[in-house]
């Protein structure tokens, strides 16, 4: 490299440093000035204060007489919150279950009340045998049925409850209701002729009785209820083929006690519908009786083989 090259380059790179120190200079004078909003970065001193000197280290936090650590405060510890206690789910109460009060009329007694009681059980259907003024086990039975169907507690006996109800249902029994020397509803007509002779149930659909008939001698009389137009009881001459104490049956899921079949799936039987509801319904074809005890005692005496004659008298 030649002597005036090596002069060149000394000089440029003196005014590099020379440029570089102007912008140093300029830069600190720029720190110096105020700012747009017109205060200082930096507080100036007061008349009369001395001077700052640049060389002079600003106080640390370390030589502070309050930064010593050994004296600082600990920093204050956040006090916990305490859970939220959940509030308690709403309980429903229970409905107050019902208790029977104290018996009036209880299974046992005699007497006039107990003879108005199964009079006004009757006028509804409950009690469908003579009345007796005798509390047995046909009166607590339809004490029970009436208990039930108001959900009362059922007890078979008769307390304030039951027999208020009975009496805001029923009217006060007439003499002829508690001698029973009402009128039959279902007076038997004429036997059929089928019926003269042997063994037979006569059927009179007209009357809406059944007869026990022995040789001509009538032994028994019941009211029954027959099929509805869509399930009518068939007509004819029949006999019994078979009997069945405690039946179900298989098609209608309905308890038959005490049936006696004679043509096809009809059977004479108990009916405990149609004990509690009357005639204010129907059978699916079969013979309904409403006595238990006659039916039952029925059941006993005839026999498979004896005739079955459903009439019009």
Same mark, same amino acid.
């Given at each position: 490299?030649? =002597?005036?090259?090596?002069?060149?380059?000394?000089?440029?790179? /003196?005014?590099?440093?020379?440029?570089? /120190?102007?912008? +140093?200079?300029?830069?600190?004078?720029?720190?110096?000035?105020?700012?747009?909003?017109?205060? !200082?970065?930096?507080? =100036?001193?007061?008349?009369?204060?001395?001077?700052? %000197?640049?060389?002079t280290?600003?106080?640390?936090?370390?030589?502070?007489?309050?930064?010593?650590?050994?004296?600082?405060?600990?920093?204050?510890?956040?006090?916990?919150?305490?859970?939220?206690?959940?509030?308690?789910?709403?309980? $429903?109460?229970?409905?107050?279950?019902?208790?029977? /009060?104290?018996?009036l009329?209880?299974?046992?007694?005699?007497?006039d009340?107990?003879?108005?009681?199964?009079?006004?059980?009757?006028q #509804?259907?409950w009690?469908?045998? &003579?009345?007796?003024?005798?509390?047995? %086990?046909?009166?607590?039975?339809?004490?029970?049925?009436?208990?039930?169907?108001?959900? #009362?507690?059922?007890?078979g006996?008769?307390?304030?409850?039951?027999? &208020?109800?009975?009496?805001?249902?029923?009217?006060?029994?007439?003499?002829?209701?508690?001698?029973?020397?009402l009128?039959?509803?279902?007076?038997?007509?004429?036997?059929?002729?089928?019926?003269?002779?042997?063994?037979?149930?006569?059927?009179?659909?007209?009357?809406?009785?059944l007869?026990?008939? $022995?040789?001509?001698?009538?032994?028994?009389? +019941? &009211? +029954?209820?027959?099929?509805?137009?869509?399930?009518?009881?068939?007509?004819?001459?029949?006999? $019994?083929?078979?009997?069945?104490?405690?039946?179900? !049956?298989?098609?209608?899921?309905?308890?038959?006690?005490?049936?006696?079949?004679?043509?096809?799936?009809?059977?004479?039987?108990?009916?405990?519908?149609f004990? =509690?509801?009357?005639?204010?319904?129907a059978?699916?074809?079969c013979?309904?009786?409403? %006595?238990?005890?006659?039916?039952?005692?029925?059941?006993?005496?005839?026999? +498979? /083989?004896?005739?079955? #004659?459903v009439?019009r008298?």
């Open positions: 490299m030649t =002597a005036a090259r090596r002069l060149l380059l000394v000089l440029v790179v /003196g005014a590099l440093a020379a440029l570089a /120190g102007l912008g +140093v200079a300029w830069s600190q004078q720029a720190d110096d000035q105020p700012s747009a909003t017109g205060t !200082s970065r930096e507080t =100036a001193p007061s008349a009369g204060s001395p001077t700052a %000197d640049p060389t280290p600003e106080p640390t936090m370390a030589d502070s007489p309050t930064a010593d650590p050994t004296t600082a405060s600990p920093d204050p510890t956040p006090t916990p919150r305490p859970a939220p206690t959940p509030s308690p789910a709403p309980t $429903v109460a229970p409905e107050p279950e019902l208790v029977p /009060g104290p018996a009329l209880s299974p046992g007694d005699a007497g009340e107990v003879r108005e009681l199964q009079a006004r059980l009757r #509804i259907d009690f469908n045998q &003579d009345v007796t003024g005798t509390y047995g %086990d046909v009166t607590r039975e339809a004490v029970e049925g009436f208990q039930a169907k108001r959900e #009362i507690p059922v007890t006996e008769v307390d304030q409850r039951t027999m &208020d109800r009975l009496l805001s249902m029923t009217s006060e029994p007439t003499a002829a209701e508690l001698t029973n020397q009128a039959s509803g279902n007076v038997p007509g004429p036997l059929d002729a089928r019926c003269q002779t042997g063994r037979a149930l006569c059927v009179d659909k007209t009357s809406r009785t007869r026990w008939v $022995v040789d001509g001698d009538v032994r028994l009389t +019941v &009211d +029954v209820r027959f099929g509805s137009e869509e399930h009518p009881t068939r007509e004819g001459a029949f006999s $019994v083929f078979s009997k069945s104490r405690d039946h179900v !049956s298989s098609l209608y899921d309905t308890s038959m006690p005490f049936a006696m079949f004679f043509s096809g799936g009809q059977a004479v039987h108990y009916s405990p519908d004990a =509690a509801h009357g005639y204010d319904g059978s699916h074809g013979v309904n009786v409403r %006595d238990y005890d006659a039916v039952a005692g029925l059941f006993d005496q005839v026999a +498979v /083989g004896d005739k079955v #004659i009439y008298s």
